[in-house]
């Protein structure tokens, strides 16, 4: 039977959203994939990236290729104003009250495993607890499970509803003395649940505990607020919101990071080396940047920031809107197709499942008439298997997707359909 939950139809976006000339910006965008014109809708995965982003590592490694910070000539100089001014792009882009608050990291797993390596094995101790959801990406279930198979501390699982959404009453009689972290996500990548981050950091500090937020997926989509959300700790990737790979942020309350320990050593992050007295060690943020960073993508991580404003992410997220609704509707009318995840507050994700077909079946079918999607379980196994299936398909929506593209998808998802039953 076809899907019932119906989602209710979005805001329209106030002024004309101008995907046409914004999808210029996107050289893959204009290639065949099979003899189709490619349809991109796994986003959730790693968006595409605009020429204005590409050209960055042109202009960097042709006109100012050198290490940063430590160098006194010409090339050097630029090259660490170029990263340094990411760094407070960033802190725009978070709103964070200092850049010196802002870390940079391979990407959002990295993130989190710095708090747990350096905040997390200082910190804990047998006894305490660590909350975590089942909505998780694995980057925030992995970590924890390994510091606390060392350590001792317990980990606790904040339950979902059927619709996708977090189940708040659990969470709130979850909390407790004990409790010394919340580790959530602020949007799931494998259901687009969209979680309430800035209630949830209330209430863990009315316990006394802390906040980790993944911000992975809520990034590309929705402005983020550190101050308003009251995050202790927030983390997102590069590839994500229209950058490179090899790049993320871990943003961090300045008591708190001054008070952790490094978790790497090397360049970069001392002050003073000695075989007899010991080290001191670098002011934040570079006490965590041991060694040469990845500077090149850092500086276009700089630049896709540049661009995702220079669109709106509020007119970003509006726009995804209105294709998650489109899809959404005629994905419901699809003969037994089941929606996974309808809650009321959604991100520019649709994850399903299709009765008596695989998941993979699907997605390389689907490719043959040049759509991507994503199949598997989006490393998020727990959840999966909490609604009983162990895989799904995911389109997943960014801010070059049309309407017209939604309506190849379904076509051609009710093609694919109807070849493998």
């Known amino acids: 039977m076809p899907n019932t939950v119906i989602e209710q139809a979005p805001t329209q976006v106030q002024a004309p959203f101008d995907v046409a000339r914004l999808r210029q910006d996107f050289p893959v965008l204009a290639r065949e994939v099979h003899g189709k014109p490619l349809i991109y809708l796994d986003n959730a995965a790693t968006s595409q990236t605009p020429q204005q982003v590409i050209d960055v590592f042109s202009d960097y490694y042709s006109r100012y290729n050198a290490n940063i910070h430590r160098g006194l000539h010409t090339l050097a100089d630029e090259a660490t104003a170029a990263f340094e001014g990411t760094r407070h792009k960033v802190r725009a882009f978070l709103n964070a009250e200092d850049a010196r608050q802002i870390i940079f990291t391979r990407g959002t797993t990295e993130a989190i495993n710095l708090v747990v390596q ?25 970590p924890w499970q390994l510091l606390a198979a060392e350590i001792g501390f317990t980990i606790k699982v904040i339950p979902v509803e059927a619709n996708g959404a977090l189940d708040m009453a659990a969470y709130r009689a979850l909390l407790s003395e004990r409790t010394k972290l919340v580790a959530v996500n602020h949007v799931s990548n494998a ?56 790049v993320g942020v871990l943003y961090g309350k300045q008591a708190l990071l001054e008070a952790m320990p490094p978790w790497q050593g090397g360049g970069e992050m001392i002050k003073t080396v000695s075989f007899g007295a010991g080290t001191t060690f670098a002011d934040i943020p570079h006490k965590f940047e041991a060694g040469t960073p990845a500077i090149a993508e850092v500086i276009a991580l700089g630049r896709a920031l540049e661009w995702v404003e220079s669109v709106g992410v509020d007119a970003i997220g ?93 076509e051609a998802l009710n093609r694919v359909i109807g070849m493998v039953r």
Request: include cysteine.
């Open 118 to 142: 350096s905040w997390g094995r200082k910190t804990l101790s047998p006894g305490d607890e660590v909350l975590i959801s089942m909505l998780e990406h694995h980057s925030n279930i992995v």
């Open 191 to 246: 259901l687009g649940t969209i979680n309430p981050v800035r209630e949830m950091a209330a209430l863990a500090h009315q316990h006394g505990a802390l906040i980790l937020i993944d911000g992975a997926q809520a990034a590309p989509h929705q402005v983020v607020d550190v101050q308003a959300i009251d995050a202790d700790f927030y983390a997102f990737s590069g590839h994500k919101v229209y950058g490179p790979t090899g």
């Open 318 to 410: 509006e726009w995804e809107g209105q294709l998650l609704y489109r899809a959404t509707q005629a994905a419901g009318r699809i003969d037994g197709l089941r929606i996974l995840g309808t809650a009321p507050q959604k991100a520019g994700v649709l994850s399903f499942v299709v009765e008596r077909a695989h998941s993979q079946d699907i997605g390389l079918l689907i490719d043959q008439l040049g759509v991507a999607i994503r199949t598997g379980h989006h490393c998020a196994q727990p959840l999966l298997h909490h609604f009983g299936v162990d895989a799904t398909c995911r389109a997943s929506f960014a801010a070059y997707n049309t309407l017209e593209e939604v309506d190849s998808f379904i």
